[in-house]
T-cell receptor, first 116, second 115 residues
Framework: GENVEQHPSTLSVQEGDSAVIKCTYS??????FPWYKQELGKGPQLIID?????GEKKDQRIAVTLNKTAKHFSLHITETQPEDSAVYFC???????????????FGRGTQLTVWP | NAGVTQTPKFRVLKTGQSMTLLCAQD?????MYWYRQDPGMGLRLIHY???????AKGEVPDGYNVSRLKKQNFLLGLESAAPSQTSVYFC??????????????FGSGTQLSVL
């Protein structure tokens, strides 16, 4: 199966600064890369995703970049705010070999803390 | 708009006891999943279902069983709980396979402690 590595495991930034979280994946067949945000006591929620035929995608203060050759993708948050504090998970999705089914493989998560 | 609902939210078990976690979704999704979340381990897939009456194993299925008798419900069972099953359990659903770029909708989780 796929192996997704995520760094750093914890990240502290001052309000207004930028935050970057990086992930690598192992299987070149992976074709979909979502990012989920998990606030305390809640389930993860999709915040942005990118497909393998796109290099970058932006949504207001959040952007994701994908480098297929190097097999890594990153989440960029600009002008961070205290409400951005949460655990962020990257994931890679691929179709299981010999099957029509796909599966998401998650990174281990990054605890982002934004200090006022 | 309930989305994905999990019950119970918290549970404490003694080693060897059994229990069932219930997940219900009101979005008419075909796919449903059970994940466990452990500190520093991310989300790991236990079992999943691609439709009513079907189930399949994920990454960490040992010690768990599941059933999908109705499209909207997905049950996770622990027949003989072990301390290693102490974790936060999340149910999720999607309209189609996540391999087809489908978004996952998660419940709010169940904190299970096995003493």
């Amino acid at each position: 199966g796929e192996n997704v590595e995520q760094h750093p495991s914890t990240l502290s930034v001052q309000e207004g600064d930028s935050a970057v979280i990086k992930c690598t994946y192992s299987d070149s067949a992976s074709n979909y890369f979502p990012w989920y945000k998990q606030e305390l006591g809640k389930g993860p929620q999709l915040i942005i995703d990118i497909r393998s035929n796109v290099g970058e995608k932006k949504d207001q203060r959040i952007a994701v970049t994908l480098n297929k050759t190097a097999k890594h993708f990153s989440l960029h948050i600009t002008e961070t705010q205290p409400e951005d504090s949460a655990v962020y998970f990257c994931a890679a999705s691929m179709i299981d070999r010999g099957s029509t089914l796909g599966r998401l493989y998650f990174g281990r998560g990054t605890q982002l803390t934004v200090w006022p | 708009n309930a989305g994905v609902t999990q019950t119970p939210k918290f549970r404490v078990l003694k080693t060897g006891q059994s229990m069932t976690l219930l997940c219900a979704q009101d979005m008419n999704h075909e796919y449903m999943y059970w994940y466990r979340q452990d500190p520093g381990m991310g989300l790991r897939l236990i079992h999943y279902s691609v439709g009513e009456g079907t189930t399949a194993k994920g990454e960490v299925p040992d010690g768990y069983n599941v059933s999908r008798l109705k499209k909207q419900n997905f049950l996770l069972g622990l027949e003989s709980a072990a301390p290693s099953q102490t974790s936060v359990y999340f149910c999720a659903s999607s309209r189609a396979s996540t391999g087809r770029n489908e978004k996952l909708f998660f419940g709010s989780g169940t904190q299970l402690s096995v003493l």
